[in-house]
């Protein structure tokens, strides 16, 4: 479904040029749930907007179902992490949601029907008349994640999306994620600084080197489904997949093993 093959991005030009994706190739199948973590400044959020049609890299190429992405695909929807930037605080949470949908053409019954369906999912039913400045960032994160299911895409993309809520809000917003994704049954791309986040939700981990970044291990989280915040994270699996993911992270190149003269 999704595809990154020799992607490589570099920033400026001769001596100041700073290459932040070297050779990144990944594929993601359809309606799987893949997570990608790496250490701070490997380019995860570089490569997002390459995947969105945002920015073009310097060579390789990203494609959607087999198509080359060369400008935002109609199929897929990207939800940021700076959620309170991406909603219009003088528009009720129905005229943000219905935003892409009046984009798209859909008729107001349409709109509508949409609109209540997913802000209801991500349990919001209550609050479609108010403001974002009337919500929690948890509540305004589901706002989020509203507005991009409404929008009906093949594939969602996440920019470290519950990086800026409380610990608890966190929590309940990645079993939301999780109910969303068994319902809807989209082809989930998920960035996150979180390892523990990452083998809780994913199919599987990928897992980005230092920059200029490349894909230095691919962990297959076989964790059983559906996964819960207590029974899940007690599973000694949790914890070996998280130590496997962890140690990739951390892991130096290794120095050449020095010349010795006979």
Not at 107 to 115: E, K, N
Not at 119 to 135: F, K
Not at 208 to 236: F, G, I, M, W
């Amino acid at each position: 479904m999704l595809e990154m093959s020799h992607l490589r991005v570099v920033y400026g030009s001769g001596s100041d040029a700073v290459e932040a994706i070297g050779d990144l190739t990944l594929s993601v199948a359809e309606g799987e749930f893949v997570c990608v973590v790496g250490p701070s400044g490997c380019g995860k959020s570089t490569m997002l907007r390459c995947l969105a049609g945002l920015m073009s890299p310097t060579s390789g190429e990203a494609s959607l179902d087999g198509e080359r992405i060369a400008g935002p695909p109609e199929r897929m929807a990207l939800v940021f992490q700076q959620y309170g930037r991406s909603l219009f605080p003088w528009m009720t949470v129905r005229a943000n949601v219905e935003i892409p949908l009046r984009a798209k053409g859909l008729s107001a019954a349409d709109r509508t029907s949409l609109v209540e369906e997913t802000v209801g999912a991500v349990g919001l039913a209550d609050s479609l008349d108010r403001y974002p400045w009337q919500l929690s960032g948890g509540m305004q994160q589901r706002v989020a994640i509203a507005r991009a299911l409404a929008y009906q895409p093949e594939v969602l993309m996440m920019d470290e999306p519950f990086a800026s809520v409380d610990a608890q809000t966190r929590a309940d917003l990645e079993d939301l994620l999780l109910r969303i994704w068994a319902e809807f049954r989209v082809t989930v791309l998920f960035v996150t600084h979180d390892v523990d986040e990452s083998v809780y939700l994913g199919d599987r981990v990928a897992v980005l080197s230092k920059s200029p970044s490349r894909v230095s291990q691919e962990v297959v989280v076989d964790l059983p489904r559906p996964r819960d915040q207590l029974t899940t994270k007690a599973d000694p699996l949790f914890s070996d997949l998280r130590t496997r993911v962890l140690r990739s992270i951390r892991q130096e190149p290794r120095s050449p093993a020095p010349l010795i003269e006979r």
